[in-house]
């Protein structure tokens, strides 16, 4: 017998069924309550709000759980590479070899943007953040594929999504380039995707990088673990702009601008920031840590906490597995290395950080893998709009395959002034 739940407004029961997800979440489906009663739900930052039904990604933020596709990320990022695990993502499969070797080549085919698009990146100034071009750049790159303006353009959704899988590292390389006036560089043919982005970031004409594979490998598992992480700021942007029916695009490129605040995708920057602050001040990170707990002082620690895990971020035990490895391998070694080194001891043993389930986030270690391979900082967030690009696909593709769906239509208690009139004379 279905389950219900039962709200007594002014006397008068009504009942409500209760939605039982596919690892035991439960929520009240309450989209017929205005109807039935008058009254609305207000939850001030959707903390308690199922937007949607999905089957993209599972995360358990007491348990430290998150799993794509039902496949835990521990179990994936040891045994696949990023575009493989964009496939399962965005098709909810991991891929056969043959349906491999044609994404692959797919994501090689799509990977050089049109000419034109240079003259677009010279319309912006130097100091440009990278997250404002690519988001522009998005949708720019959009306008060349004629199938975008279609009324039903997701019916070519296999060649737009490898396009923007593939062009958002070109992208986002070029977007890096014009900050410092460099050229362009193309992609290669015979490299692989992470090899590739580092490749148009760092080669010039005439002295090509060769990619450290420690640096790819790390980078790829960045990709990885940032690929999706349900219902997030960016990703519920993503939705909601393709519930209006706006092509993929479209809806990426909002999601790209979601993504940039500082109280979602800019976290690993500050880490990185604050680090450098701590070494700028002469401290090893012992003030720091004491100016954190000073409860007058409203200092964070950045790279620490999460609003969904509150036992572990399971990317964090991967990544910082990877982060040490990386460092030794890079022979990498130096004042900010070594604070994020006392930081981390210290907070884990404190009482402050431990009482409130304070424990290191994946931007903490991240933001040191990027440093270590010698991402600029502005870089950071760009790089995690790359990884998160699969999950924002899947995402649409749900919202726009769902043929029963509705425009994202949130409503809201009005708090301003009640009716009045002009005084007119
Ligand atoms: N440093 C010091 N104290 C902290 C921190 C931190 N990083 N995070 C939370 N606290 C403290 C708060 O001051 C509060 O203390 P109190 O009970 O004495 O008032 C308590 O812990 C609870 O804090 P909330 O803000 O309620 O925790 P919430 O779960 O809402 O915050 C958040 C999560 C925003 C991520 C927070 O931990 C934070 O600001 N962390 C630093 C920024 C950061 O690393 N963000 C990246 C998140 S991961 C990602 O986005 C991929």
């Known amino acids: 017998m279905s389950e219900n739940a039962t709200l007594t407004l002014n006397g008068k029961k009504f009942k409500f069924p209760i939605v039982e997800g596919s ?5 009240i489906n309450i989209s017929g309550l205005r109807n039935e009663t008058g009254y609305i739900t207000l939850d001030e930052g959707y903390g308690n709000t199922g937007s949607c039904q999905s089957q993209v990604t599972f995360v358990d933020g007491d348990h430290g759980i998150l799993r794509y596709r039902g496949i835990p990320i521990e179990e994936l990022a040891t045994n696949f590479s990023f575009p493989r695990v964009a496939y399962l993502i965005i098709y909810g499969e991991l891929p056969t070899e043959d349906q491999y070797h044609q994404f692959s080549d797919n994501l090689t085919r ?4 049109h000419e034109d698009m240079k003259f677009h990146f010279q319309g912006f100034p130097s100091y440009a953040h990278p997250m404002a071009i690519l988001s522009a750049m998005i949708n720019a790159a959009g306008c060349f594929i004629p199938e975008l303006n279609e009324k039903n353009s997701a019916k070519h959704f296999d060649m737009q999504a490898t396009r923007l899988l593939s062009q958002v590292r070109t992208l986002s390389a070029y977007a890096y380039r014009k900050s410092l006036g460099l050229p362009a560089m193309y992609p290669k043919r015979n490299y692989n995707y992470t090899q590739n982005f580092l490749h148009m970031m ?5 002295d090509e990088f ?15 673990l940032h690929a999706d992480h349900e219902q997030n ?4 942007t993503v939705r909601m702009v393709a519930s209006s029916r706006s092509n993929l695009f479209a809806s990426a490129a909002a999601g790209v601008c979601a993504l940039w605040g500082y109280h979602h995708g800019g976290a690993n920057q500050a880490v990185l920031e604050m680090l450098h602050k701590i070494e700028k001040d002469g401290d090893d990170g012992t003030k720091f840590i004491e100016n954190v707990k000073d409860a007058d002082s409203k200092t964070r620690l950045m790279g620490f906490g999460h609003r969904v895990y509150k036992n572990h971020d399971p990317r964090a035990l991967i990544i910082k597995q990877r982060c040490d490895t990386l460092l030794d391998k890079l022979n990498i ?5 070594d604070i994020a080194k006392k930081l981390e001891e210290v907070a884990l043993n404190d009482d402050y950080f431990k009482e409130r389930n304070l424990y290191p986030n994946v931007d903490f270690y991240s933001g040191l893998i990027m440093e270590a391979i010698g991402i600029p900082r502005e870089m950071f ?6 990884g998160r690009m699969p999950g924002w696909i899947a995402n649409y593709k749900e919202v726009i395959d769902n043929t029963k769906g509705k425009i994202y239509r949130p409503r809201q208690i009005y708090q301003g002034k009640p009716l009045r009139h002009v005084d007119a004379e």
Do not use: H, R, W, Y
């Open 210 to 224: 060769e990619p450290d594979p420690a640096a790819v490998a790390a980078l790829d598992l960045i990709f990885l």
């Open 333 to 337: 070694n130096g004042p900010l290395f």
């Open 202 to 206: 760092f080669s010039t004409p005439g």
């Open 23 to 27: 690892e035991g979440e439960k929520g």
């Open 233 to 236: 700021c960016s990703t519920s």
């Open 381 to 386: 967030t760009v790089i995690f709009a790359i």
């Open 110 to 113: 799509f990977q050089m943007i």
